[in-house]
C-alpha cells in the first residue's frame, strides 16, 4: 500500500526558506512519478513540482520556476520541496503524491493525474 506523508510546513516571512518532506513507503520510486501539489481555498489543487522517480527529469509551474526544486532520495524514501524566496502567493496546503507511470528520460513529467495523496501540510508566507 503506498502511504506519503508530509512534514515541514510552517509560517514563514515573505523571502524566506522551507523545505517540505514527504516520508513515502508501499512502493519503488523507480516505478513511479513523485509530485507536490497545492490547493487554496475555494480553488482547485494544482501541481507544483513533479518528477521522475527513475531518471529525475523533473517538471515546474509557472509560478514557482527557479524559486522551488524538487528532489527524492530513495535510501531514505523521502520526497523534498525546497521553496526558497518564498511569496505570500504562495500560501496553501501542500500536498506530496505518486502515481505508478513509466516514464523516460528527457520526457516532460506531466504533472496530474496522479492517484496516490499523503495529508497535505500548511505554508503560510506572510508579507
Known amino acids: 500500500e503506498v502511504q506519503l506523508q508530509a512534514s515541514g510546513g510552517g509560517l514563514v516571512q515573505a523571502g524566506g526558506s522551507l523545505r517540505l518532506s514527504c516520508a513515502a513507503s508501499g512502493f519503488n520510486f523507480e516505478d513511479y512519478a513523485l509530485g507536490w501539489f497545492r490547493q487554496v481555498p475555494g480553488e482547485e489543487r494544482v501541481g507544483v513540482a513533479c518528477m521522475s522517480g527513475e531518471y529525475g527529469n523533473t517538471y515546474y509551474a509557472a509560478s514557482v520556476k527557479g524559486r522551488f526544486t524538487i528532489s527524492s532520495d530513495s535510501a531514505e524514501n523521502t520526497v523534498y520541496l525546497q521553496m526558497n524566496n518564498l511569496k505570500p502567493e504562495d500560501t496553501a496546503v501542500y500536498y506530496c503524491?505518486?502515481?505508478?507511470?513509466?516514464?523516460?528520460?528527457?520526457?516532460?513529467?506531466?504533472?496530474?493525474?496522479?492517484?496516490?495523496w499523503g495529508q497535505g501540510t500548511l505554508v503560510t508566507v506572510s508579507s
Open positions: 503524491a505518486a502515481d505508478w507511470r513509466t516514464t523516460a528520460p528527457g520526457m516532460d513529467v506531466i504533472c496530474s493525474n496522479f492517484r496516490s
